[in-house]
């Protein structure tokens, strides 16, 4: 089939992703333009010609794909826009009693003294989904553009430097045949193409491979599942935040938990599970279900009702893991370019300084007309002289010190870390891609070989099938599915036999089901693709690395608004 003619748009500046680094940095871009034009004249100097700039959105409306915890640090956001709170920042409550406890199956324990790192008193609690649709707002006043509904499907480059990006084609059958509503996708051509699309975004991999730009160490994740409950109002505790770990499962499995109170009785819970396990049967769903009944969770929830379920993974690495931020024509931002502080669970307001760092080196380079590696490096040297880069350093060999092993970490490692500012006892420590971990199930002690099972009641605990029908997903069941397998034999013969096909455990989705094969009397690979909640999990954990996530048609996926 020949190769479709397609529209093209040119644009100073084109950013991939409406997530809150995005769209701090397009804000903070048209201020610092604003601010630098006022004092040319006095200062002697031509102004900068007010640039386009164009975010794309691959979710059908700003903020809808918007998942993580919003316990937000404002510092971010008070340098930013400093009467952000006049301007109407989304805040439901800000934080007024931070804890710590350790959950066991039939108890649970305060901690005295809630650790540094989960002290999160004046915090602001908000939905991330209205954070960013706020941000687009104030974008929007300031001139920039956004189109939701376009998913980026390719990147664009000529040599050494990046040139900007295709969107996907739309109405391709399944088949691979043009359906009467075919529209080849649009070339988007940008002097930079800045990359905010989140947690293990497809062109921020594409970027990262094609120009060798890996950081030290190689990137970790874990999966974070993710309830909304409106519980009865006597329960309901405005300014709580809540963060624990599963007690004795902690010591064999990294895990972490946080709550928070919104508005209208809702409570946020989430459960997060390391991608980092040697047991093939690891499968964050089950652990968020299993840890809701505890004693306290239990009680907390009864009486309640679920409103909306998610996942989305985190990048665990830290500072050591983070790639190159910047080559020839392209910048990478928040969780893409590792911002994550994983230590205190928190990365709003480091993806919001990441781009603001971003937007102060682009408006070096639009003053210049140099868009090379040269001018944009300014990027990481502003990193580095920031606070962004300070927090950062302290929890560097967190994800390290777990993987040495938890009673290493907690027992040991980390309050060193929080003595010595991130260094501990041994510093730097290397880490492992959370894939190659996985050990064979013949490996495992005899107890650990089978799935582990838990009956769901349907009350306090779901199925991922039932979870599914409340992340508001949705996806064109007739266009070939954005889940690409490169070898599905693989999956019925080596992997069935080694890991027992781990994807039908570790996806939160129920996305990959092994199924009985008249024609081969095997069980052959079967992909709900319409279930996806873009989580990334898959990409991330499949031991084989033969799934690519890639980015189905433009405005399809979960719709995470009342997250």
């Known amino acids: 089939m020949s190769e479709p003619e397609r529209e093209s748009m040119e644009v100073d500046v084109l950013f991939v992703g409406a997530g809150p680094a995005s769209l701090a940095s397009a804000y903070h871009l048209m201020k610092q333009v604003e601010a630098s034009n006022a004092s040319a004249e006095a200062e002697g100097r031509s102004p900068v010609e007010p640039p386009t700039i164009l975010v794309i959105e691959k979710a059908a409306g700003i903020g809808d794909h918007q998942l993580s915890g919003a316990v937000i640090n404002p510092r971010a956001i008070k340098e930013l826009m400093p009467d952000f709170v006049e301007q109407g920042f989304p805040t439901e409550h800000v934080v007024t009693d931070s804890a710590f406890m350790g959950f066991t199956r039939s108890f649970t324990v305060k901690s005295p003294i809630c650790p540094p790192p989960f002290q999160k008193n004046g915090y602001h609690v908000a939905s991330l989904s209205n954070v960013v649709k706020w941000l687009g707002e104030k974008c929007e006043a300031l001139g920039v553009e956004i189109y939701p509904g376009f998913a980026a499907a390719e990147i664009l480059t000529e040599g050494d430097r990046v040139l900007g990006v295709r969107t996907g084609d739309m109405g391709v059958a399944a088949d691979g045949s043009h359906k009467p509503t075919y529209q080849p996708g649009m070339d988007i051509l940008a002097k930079v193409t800045v990359l905010g699309e989140g947690v293990r975004g497809s062109l921020t991999k594409q970027l990262i491979d094609r120009f060798g730009m890996e950081g030290d160490n190689p990137q970790t ?3 974070g599942i993710k309830e909304i409950w409106r519980v009865k109002p006597e329960k309901h505790k405005p300014g709580r935040v809540i963060h624990g770990s599963l007690f004795p499962e902690m010591f064999s499995q990294l895990n972490g938990m946080w709550l928070y109170d919104m508005k209208d009785n809702l409570v946020s819970f989430g459960f997060v599970t390391s991608l980092s396990s040697e047991n093939p049967n690891n499968d964050p769903h089950r652990e968020a279900q299993v840890f809701k009944t505890t004693p306290f969770m239990r009680d907390l929830l009864e009486g309640g009702e679920l409103v909306r379920y998610g996942a989305k993974c985190i990048p665990t690495g830290g500072l050591y893991a983070q790639p190159k931020l910047y080559c020839n024509g392209a910048m990478i931002l928040g969780d893409g370019a590792s911002m994550l502080n994983i230590m205190k669970l928190a990365g709003v307001h480091m993806a919001m300084k990441s781009g603001m760092l971003a937007a102060e080196t682009l408006i070096d380079a639009l003053a210049a007309k140099d868009y090379s590696a040269l001018t944009l490096g300014g990027y990481a040297e502003r990193f580095r002289d920031s606070w962004a880069y300070e927090e950062h350093m302290e929890g560097r060999n967190f994800t390290g010190s777990n993987e040495i092993g938890p009673l290493f970490a907690m027992g040991l490692n980390i309050p060193l870390m929080m003595i010595t500012k991130g260094r501990g006892l041994i510093d730097p420590i290397k880490t492992h891609p959370s894939h190659s971990v996985m050990r064979k199930l013949w490996e495992l002690p005899a107890e650990e070989r089978a799935k582990p099972e838990i009956e769901f ?11 599914v029908g409340f992340s508001g997903t949705a996806h064109e069941a007739d266009q070939p599915h954005h889940l690409k397998v490169a070898d599905t034999d693989v999956c019925a013969t080596d992997c069935a036999r080694d890991y027992g ?5 570790f996806c939160p989705a129920a996305v990959y089901e092994m199924v009985e094969s008249k024609e081969t009397g095997r069980k ?6 319409e279930n996806c909640v873009h989580c990334k999990t898959c990409d991330i954990a499949d031991p084989y690395q033969i799934i690519t996530w890639t980015t189905p048609e433009g405005g399809e996926g979960p719709d995470y608004t009342q997250m």
């Not at 009641?457 to 979870?467: M, Q």
């Open 221 to 223: 994740f874990e999966t």
């Open 501 to 505: 096909n781990p994807c039908e455990k």
């Open 524 to 529: 052959e690979l079967f992909i709900h693709h």
């Open 457 to 467: 009641d349907g009350v306090l605990t779901f199925s991922k099938e039932h979870l």
